[in-house]
């Protein structure tokens, strides 16, 4: 019967999205007209649902695991290179079924269709002929792929090195951007080696820019230095633009040869300030780029104009927009690699304008996407044994300048003895590339696939020796010392493998997801944590209009006038753990309120407590930690001695939703009644102790 339901509500969609999918996947009609810099992106599915897989059939029901390359061929099939655990070539053809086109399991083998391997492909490019080139980052190989699913090797040994010449012999390092121009020369964003390079029609490799390591320099050749390229982009006058990641940077090396740095107008500063990962090139010179974290897409000119086309509001951040293809309808396809998902970016009427929310589609991975599979593993050994808890997901964070409300902490933190060993709790394989980041810093830290580990020392023991060698990759500063460790995207670690040691602040930090989708990593679960503890309420105060605290009491009544802008609840609350120290608080899972008569019943509106505060997931607005505390809240630094949290129970944070709100007394008559604060804990433990204000609504 559940077979017979989902087949059901499958033909159903079908019947009521298929004509404008099919719309979608059908090439449009080419347009030369100039492109807008005003317009405004309609995000519209494609295909994914936002759950890992590798499932072929009906786009609608088809699933993708790390969509990160995407093209369309001449046929008007769009390809895409699927990563992660797939590393296959897909392929959509314009009636809307999805299928294999190449590849199987993860390797290194040439072949026709499924008897072909590939090792965490990167980008597409595609030529006039419908020809295929993969940048096949895993095997350090370039790829070619004919219209009939034929795949060689193009240039590469399967080696990580540096070598130009004969492309049988060349050799890459984790390439992951590839482009093709009009007479068949293939470019290569050689990430690893910093460089790029060049394919020419007689299968020689040369190198076009970048020198020995990663830098920051324009010039013609060796002179100019990239960190980390990952993503290029051929405009029709033959510029080269470059994804910098490492820079940060958009780049474009000229026909001459030579390098060059796109600069904002001081007017569009802000505009492009994100790690850009993803190029797409108009034909009149302007470029679209899909930036590393958050997700957003910048449309840029060459003349330093700047303009944020989706991504102004959390809502829009794609988990990982990894490619994007200018279709030529002057829309935009976008590969959201860490969504699991395409999209396609269309053009708003004016008449949907103003219903921006109803008209986009959902962004990034599934809420109910599965977690990492940890076997409740812990990051430290024994990883089968007890570790104690001291920070949960959505505590109010500080920062070192004194700032108590700075952040929302977003992941769980473990404590660890300065110098042990952090272990990967899951096997997993390195996606990002910026995988590991603040080398030496206070939040250094590392991901691999969805799980990423902060406060460590990446690679390395704490006497800067390395762990290994052949998946750590150090730069060394001028008298020899580590000063940067890189991890190749494709690198595979195993749950148990040592990730580096603790650094000073004496914890590991775990996260669960990509930013702006991230999970609580309270449900990994871990083996031996308990929660039977209730969490505690030190009191419940209100706030007037203009944040005051309404103090004036009558009968032992806090006495709350009705007329005004209403007031906010606040709930003073904190939560423990079984085993761990009777200092150690922690923040609450969710936190709502009840307004009640005197005799216990609740009035109007208030049948069941509304839990405004919910951090089952993370909320991304930057204004969430305000809103979900009070001022007075939380610490200054990890490890403070005082920590409190004064939760803003009226006010709306939950998943999405992040806004201010107050209790409106006025909705009520004068008279005496309760506000009582309801919390929870992750383990469903009701808060116990001063639950209760009584409170006053004074008469006109």
């Known amino acids: 019967m559940v077979a017979v339901a989902a087949l059901t509500a499958l033909a159903l969609a079908a019947t009521f999205f298929w004509p404008t999918l099919r719309d979608w996947l059908r090439p449009p009609p080419p347009s030369l007209a100039p492109t807008a810099f005003d317009w405004q992106p309609r995000i519209e599915p494609i295909a994914g649902d936002g759950h890992r897989g590798a499932r072929d059939g009906h786009v609608l029901g088809a699933r993708f695991d790390e969509p990160w390359g995407l093209v369309r061929g001449p046929d008007g099939s769009l390809f895409v ?27 290194f083998t ?28 895993g095997n350090h190989a370039i790829r070619k792929v004919t219209p009939q699913g034929r795949v060689t090797t193009l240039a590469g040994t399967g080696i990580a090195g540096f070598r130009d010449g004969d492309g049988a012999l060349a050799q890459f390092r984790a390439p992951m951007g590839v482009a093709v121009d009009a007479a068949g020369r293939v470019y290569v964003a050689d990430t690893w080696n910093d460089r790029i390079r060049v394919i020419e029609r007689d299968g020689r490799v040369r190198t076009l820019g970048g020198g020995d390591g990663p830098g920051f320099a324009g010039g013609a050749g060796n002179p100019s230095r990239f960190d980390t390229p990952t993503a290029l982009a051929l405009a ?41 990962l993803s190029l ?14 958050p997700g957003r897409i910048v449309q840029v000119s060459r003349d330093g104009n700047a303009r944020v ?82 920070g949960t997901l959505g505590e109010v964070r500080g920062n070192f300048s004194g700032e108590s409300r700075s952040h929302l902490h977003n992941g769980l933190d473990v404590r660890g003895d300065v110098g042990a060993r952090v272990l990967s709790i899951a096997d997993g394989k390195v996606t990002s590339p910026l995988a590991a980041w603040s080398f030496g810093g206070q939040a250094e830290g590392i991901s691999i696939d969805e799980l990423s580990y902060v406060h460590l020392r990446a690679g390395r023991t704490p006497q800067g020796r390395s762990l ?23 690198t595979r670690f195993r749950a148990g493998d040592a990730l580096g040691t603790v650094n000073a602040q004496a914890h590991t930090h775990l996260i669960v997801g990509p930013y702006g989708h991230q999970h609580n990593a309270i449900r990994l679960g871990f083996h031996g944590y308990r929660d039977t503890v209730p969490p505690r309420i030190e009191g419940v105060s209100l706030l007037d209009d203009a944040g005051m605290p309404l103090t004036a009491r009558e ?33 609450l899972h969710r936190i709502g309120y009840q307004v009640l008569r005197p005799d216990g019943t609740p009035v109007p509106g208030f ?70 604060a309801v919390a929870v804990d992750a383990a469903g433990n009701r808060a116990i102790g001063a639950t209760d204000l009584p409170l006053r609504l004074l008469a006109d």
């Open 110 to 137: 040439d072949g026709i269709g499924a008897a072909a391997k590939f090792h965490t492909p990167s980008a597409l490019a595609v030529d006039r002929l419908g020809n295929l080139f993969v940048a096949d980052t």
């Open 236 to 276: 029709a006058d033959g510029t080269l633009w470059i994804a910098d990641t490492g820079n940060r940077a958009l780049r474009w090396i000229d026909r001459d040869g030579a390098a060059h740095t796109w600069r904002a107008s001081s007017w569009h500063a802000e505009a492009l300030h994100g790690r850009p």
């Open 81 to 107: 290179a699927d990563g992660g655990e797939a590393n296959r070539i897909r392929r959509i053809s314009p009636d809307g079924r999805v299928t294999t086109f190449a590849g199987s399991s993860e390797g």
């Open 555 to 587: 009968d032992g009544r806090v006495l709350v006038p009705r007329e005004g802008g209403g007031v906010q609840v606040v709930v003073d609350a904190w939560d423990q753990v079984d085993g761990n120290l009777p200092r150690r608080r922690l923040g």
């Open 280 to 293: 797409a090139a108009t034909h009149d010179g302007q470029v679209y780029v899909g930036e590393l974290s």
């Open 468 to 490: 290994d060698p052949g998946r750590f990759l150090f730069e060394h500063d001028e008298d020899g010392r580590p000063s940067r460790v890189r991890i190749m995207r494709g």
């Open 309 to 390: 086309l989706s991504g102004s509001v959390p809502r829009q951040w794609f988990a990982r927009p990894s490619a994007l293809w200018l279709d030529a309808d002057g829309s935009l396809l976008v590969a959201d690699a860490a969504g699991h998902r395409l999209h396609r970016l269309s053009r708003r009427d004016a008449a949907d304008a103003g219903s921006m929310a109803l008209a986009d589609g959902p962004v990034g991975p599934s809420p109910a996407r599965a977690l990492p599979p940890t076997r409740q593993r812990w990051p430290f050994a024994p990883q089968d044994g007890w570790h104690e808890v001291v």
């Open 607 to 676: 049948e069941a407590p509304p839990m405004n505060l919910d951090f089952s997931r993370m909320p991304a607005h930057p204004d969430a930690v305000r809103i979900a505390y009070a001022a007075d809240s939380g610490i200054t630094v990890h490890g403070a001695s005082r920590t409190r949290f004064l939760y803003v129970a009226s006010n709306l944070v939950r998943g999405d939703e992040v806004a201010e709100a107050r209790w409106d007394p006025a909705a009520l008559p004068a008279g005496d009644y309760l506000v009582r």
